[in-house]
């Protein structure tokens, strides 16, 4: 009995505070997280200019098409439909040749290739696998894989649509001629996908 009318009481209590907190947030200004914001100190070796961003975006982007050259044959098996199948298929050739085209790249601007950890799209493949284990295999799994491949293809238009700006701006035109290339391919790769999606598999996978 106690209990009973003690409990409305701590509810008013928590609510009152609740409430309280929401007026000094609001009067404060800001939130806790913009107050709390600073400004990031650079590391060593820090870019300094576009070009040596351009060098690490190229870095990036070259590490990133590499761990999907690994993972594509995994989504590829995993897919029932057969169009997704040969779509992935046919875009692993692709990315094989995206590859070989950072390659190009790097010797036109007379460095090395060299991949760096891209965490995007580590976080994007990771994102993919758990994707294929929360749905069964089917028109359901296929649609995740879908989502899964379509956010990855939407990294890369982001990527070398950006790396392509930096490469006019920088008058790179071999890196410029190349970078294009590889975006027309993304972007027609990821317009197949939506194809695949809406042809077929959304409905089926209802
Ligand atoms: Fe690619
Ligand atoms: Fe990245
Ligand atoms: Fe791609």
């Known amino acids: ?8 009481a701590k509810k008013t209590t928590t609510k009152k505070v609740a409430e309280k907190k929401t007026t000094e947030k609001k009067t404060a200004g800001k939130s806790s997280a913009s107050a709390s914001a600073k400004k990031i100190p650079a ?33 590829q098996k995993n897919a029932t439909s057969e169009k997704l199948k040969t779509a992935i298929a046919d875009h692993l050739m692709e990315t094989e040749k995206q590859i070989t085209r950072l390659e190009d790249c790097f010797a036109a601007l007379g460095k090395k290739a060299q991949a760096k950890k891209c965490d995007a799209m580590q976080g994007l493949l990771d994102e993919g696998k758990g994707i294929m284990e929360e749905t069964k295999p089917g028109s359901v799994r296929d649609a995740g894989i879908i989502s899964a491949a379509q956010k990855v293809e939407h990294y890369e238009i982001a990527t070398y649509g950006t790396l392509a700006a930096f490469a006019k701006v920088l008058k790179e035109k071999e890196c410029l001629s190349l970078l294009l290339k590889t975006l027309e391919e993304e972007k027609k790769c990821d ?5 695949i999606a809406d042809t077929n598999l959304n409905e089926k996978a209802k």
Request: net charge positive; charged share 35%; glycine share 4%.
């Open 191 to 195: 317009e197949l996908l939506t194809k």
């Open 1 to 8: 009995m106690a209990t009973a009318t003690k409990s409305p």
């Open 43 to 75: 590391k060593k070796g820090a870019a300094k200019e576009l070009k040596d961003l351009f060098e690490d975006g190229l870095k990036d982007i070259y590490w990133a098409e590499k761990a999907l050259a690994k993972a594509l044959p995994k989504m």
